[in-house]
C-alpha cells in the first residue's frame, strides 16, 4: 500500500485533490496534506509518503525547492508538479530536478488517473520479490544510472550528485563511451554484453549511447577489449564510435565521464566531419544563442505555420556552427528548442502534444554532424508537429471562431470604436459565448488581445517612422494619446518614448 502528499496553499485544492479519484484503487491508502513547504518536508520525514503532488507556486519556498530538499531526505519519492501556468520554464526545471510528470491546473481527472496509474506501475515494479530484485539488480542498477548520466550530459544534476547517488562507482576506472552509428531499428546493447567480458558496468544514457565501465583490476588491456568489441558487433550488421578515458587521480567518476563524452564527440566531429574543422580543431566553449521562439510559437498555434519556426532555428544552427560551438552544446540548444515548443503546446493539447515529442533525443541530434543533416531533422520534427496541429485545429470547431475574430481584428484594429459585439457579430456568434470561447481556446480575454495587438503595432511605428506619439496612438485605434501611453506602459513595461529611444 502506499502514501501520497499533496502540498498546494490554495484550501480548494487540497480539499479536491483527495476525493477527485479512487486513490484505493490504485493502492494509495494513506493520504496527507500540506499548505507550505515546511510542513510538508516534515511529513516528508516522518511519514515517508511515496508520491508527492506539489503546487509549484508556493509562497515561502516554492514547489520545485521543496522537490530538492525532499529529494534529498526521500530519494526515492516520486514527484508530480501542478501549475497554473503555461509557461514552459516552470516544467523544465521540474524535469532537471527529476519530477516524473506535471499537470496543469484545473486538473483533469482523467489525467489525473493516468498519471498516478503510470506511478503506482513503476513503484510496483519496485517492489518485486527479493529473489527478482536480486536476478534483476544489475539492470535495473544500470537503467537507474543511465537516468542520471543522461540527467548529468544535459546539465541537469551536479557532479556531486552523481558521486552522492552512486559511491561504488569510485571503483570503476576505465570509462568508454560508445556511440552506435546511424541505424533505424534495433539497439546494439545486448550485442555489447555478448562481447563484453569480465566484471564490467554497461549503461545507456541516451538512446545508442552506452558508457562501458570497467574496474581497476582488470587483467586485458582497454584497446585490446574495445577492439574485441568493435569487431563482433560489427559482425551483427553496427557500426560504433569508441572513446576511451581511465580517470585521473583525484578525479570523480562524473567528471571522468564528462571529459569522456567531450572525447567521443572529439572522435565523431573531429575524425569523420574534418571539413568542419579545417580552420582549428578546438571548439568554442560558449553556450549557443538560444533562436527566438515567441513569434514562431505564437504563428504556428494560430495558423500551423512553421516557416518563422524554422527560420530562427537555422539561424541559431548556423550561427553556433559558424562560432564553433561545442556539437553537444549545439544540439542540447535544438533539445531546449524541442523542450519550449512541447510546453508551449500542452497549453492546448496536453496530451497528444506530448506523444509528438517522445522519440526525440540527443543522440538523434548528435549522430547529425552537419548543419546540413541538422536542418533536414528539424524539418522532419516541425513538419510532424505542423501536421499535428492542423488536424488539430481542423478538429476543433471553436478554433475558426477565434480564428476569424484575429483576422477581423487584424483588419479593423486602428477604429477606436471596434466593440466586442462587433467582433461577435463578425464571426456570427453571441457576444458571451464568443468572449468565453475565446478566454477558453487562448488563454487570454479578448480585449487584452486587442491591446497587445496595437501595442505591438505601435511599436513598428515607434521604430519604422518619425510619427509622433499622438499620430500613432490615434493610428492603432485610441481615441486619446493619454490612454494610449497608459495602455503601451502597462504592456511594454516603459513610456513610447523611451521605447523609442532605447
Known sequence: ????????????????????????????????????????????REEEPDIAVIDVEMPGKNGLEFCKEAQAIRPQIKFVILSAFDRFDYARKGIILGVNDYLLKPVDEAELMAVMKKIV?????????????????????????????????????????LEEVFPFLEEYEHICMVMQGNTD???????????????????????????????????????????E??????????????????????????????RCVYVLESVFYGKQQERLLRDSMEFGQTEPVQPELEEGLRILSEEGDISALQSEIYKAIRDAFDKREEPVRIC?????????????????????????????????????????????????????LQIFVREHQK?????????MARDYTKEHYQDKNLSLQEVADAVGISRTYFSKTFKELTGEKYWDYLSEYRIQKAKELLSQTNLGQAEISERVGYASEFHFSRKFKEIVGMSPNKYRRK
Request: glycine content about 6%; proline content about 1%.
Open 1 to 44: 500500500m502506499y502514501k501520497i502528499l499533496f502540498v498546494d496553499d490554495e484550501k480548494s485544492v487540497l480539499e479536491y485533490l483527495p476525493i477527485a479519484i479512487d486513490w484505493k484503487e490504485l493502492g494509495i491508502t494513506q493520504i496527507y496534506t500540506a499548505n507550505d513547504a515546511k510542513t510538508a518536508l516534515r511529513i516528508v
Open 121 to 161: 506501475t513503476g513503484l510496483s515494479r519496485e517492489e518485486l520479490s527479493s529473489r527478482q530484485k536480486q536476478s534483476m539488480q544489475i539492470r535495473a542498477l544500470e537503467k537507474e544510472a543511465g537516468e542520471l548520466f543522461r540527467d548529468l550530459f544535459h546539465g541537469r544534476i551536479s557532479e556531486q550528485r
Open 185 to 227: 531499428g534495433e539497439g546494439c546493447g545486448e550485442y555489447l554484453k555478448e562481447a563484453l567480458d569480465g566484471e564490467y558496468l554497461l549503461i545507456e544514457p541516451e538512446t545508442g549511447f552506452y558508457a562501458v565501465m570497467w574496474k581497476r583490476n582488470i587483467q586485458v588491456s582497454i584497446e585490446q577489449r574495445i577492439e
Open 229 to 258: 568489441c568493435r569487431q563482433a558487433v560489427k559482425m551483427k550488421g553496427f557500426h560504433l564510435w569508441f572513446a576511451y578515458v581511465r580517470k585521473k587521480r583525484e578525479e570523480g567518476t562524473a567528471q571522468a565521464l564528462t
Open 332 to 384: 542540447g540548444m535544438i533539445l531546449d528548442v524541442f523542450i519550449a515548443l512541447k510546453m508551449y503546446l500542452t497549453k492546448y493539447w496536453q496530451k497528444e502534444a506530448m506523444d509528438v515529442f517522445r522519440k526525440i533525443d540527443v543522440s538523434v541530434l548528435l549522430r547529425c554532424g552537419t548543419p546540413e543533416k541538422l536542418y533536414t531533422l528539424t524539418d522532419q520534427y516541425l513538419g510532424e
Open 395 to 403: 478538429s476543433h470547431g471553436n478554433f475558426y471562431i477565434v480564428k
